[in-house]
């Protein structure tokens, strides 16, 4: 799951969504399914519209009733220190690496303070090289929040992964990452670069309509990410939305031309 933009205020909405409302909708679709039910939860970036401890308290709280381990990284409206302190208790982590079974999970942090834009930077680069380096016998999943390939939407790709290059050539290094994902672009999409799958996920609240060169909502509901990993490196996902979820109406834009967000 990705991009809840949760607010103190449960009330409160984006784009036209109380986001409160939608994100609890997914987590009940999720369990209320008659699939199987998830070994771990990930959820990649923009937990908190508002970056309050209180939007992030009640994060951990909805998400503690999946019972499984829940992995989060921040996006670039997220308080990185705040989610630091109230997400690494319990089941839910912030930024970890985790095994299970015969995949590594490495959760990476592309968040620049005043940016909605992001970057790892040499350091987090660093980390995600000895993370690579230390599990040769693992298939690793990789997670960040901005997207490390082009979207094709102009506005979009100017908020991207701004050191995409380093963190491509350093996965090319490791031929064990079978797959890479992300949030930030609310639309989803699925494709292969260098033999490893890399797939974006819509917002648990409203879309971003693919392909456009300026931000246009799309009326798409909610939605998730399934994704099935097997011992022996196989990828198989799909994307689910929230069926009983209508948008009547094009959601109002709150981004234009850009994202416009004010960074405290």
């Known amino acids: 799951m990705t991009d809840p933009h949760l607010y103190a205020d449960p009330d409160a909405e984006l784009y036209g969504v109380r986001t409160n409302d939608s994100f609890r909708a997914v987590v009940e679709s999720v369990k209320d399914s008659k699939g199987p039910q998830p070994d771990v939860v990930l ?29 989060c990284l921040p996006g670039n409206h997220d308080d990185p220190e705040a989610m630091a302190k109230v997400l690494n208790r319990g089941d839910v982590s912030f930024c970890a690496s985790r095994a299970f079974g015969d995949w590594r999970f490495v959760m990476l942090n592309s968040h620049i303070k005043g940016d909605d834009g992001g970057k790892l930077g040499a350091a987090e680069l660093a980390r995600l090289h000895r993370e690579l380096a230390a599990a040769v016998e693992k298939n690793l999943l990789v997670a960040v929040h901005h997207q490390p390939l082009p979207m094709g939407s102009a506005w979009l790709d100017d908020y991207g992964l701004r050191d995409a290059p380093e963190f491509l050539a350093t996965l090319s290094r490791n031929r064990n990452v079978r797959v890479v994902v992300w949030g930030h672009v609310h639309q989803a999409s699925d494709r292969e670069h260098e033999d490893r799958r890399m797939l974006s996920t819509p917002s648990t609240c409203a879309q971003f309509t693919p392909g456009t060169d300026a931000c246009l909502m799309d009326t798409r509901p909610p939605g998730f990410r399934r994704i099935a990993l097997w011992p022996d490196g196989r990828v198989e996902s799909r994307v689910e939305w929230l069926e009983n979820w209508v948008v009547a109406e094009r959601p109002p834009d709150s981004r234009q031309p850009g994202m416009n967000v004010d960074h405290q």
Do not use: H, K, Q, W
């Open 43 to 71: 959820v990649t970036g923009d937990l908190a519209e508002d970056r309050s401890p209180a939007a992030y308290e009640r994060f951990a709280s909805i998400v503690a009733t999946f019972g499984v381990p829940v992995l």
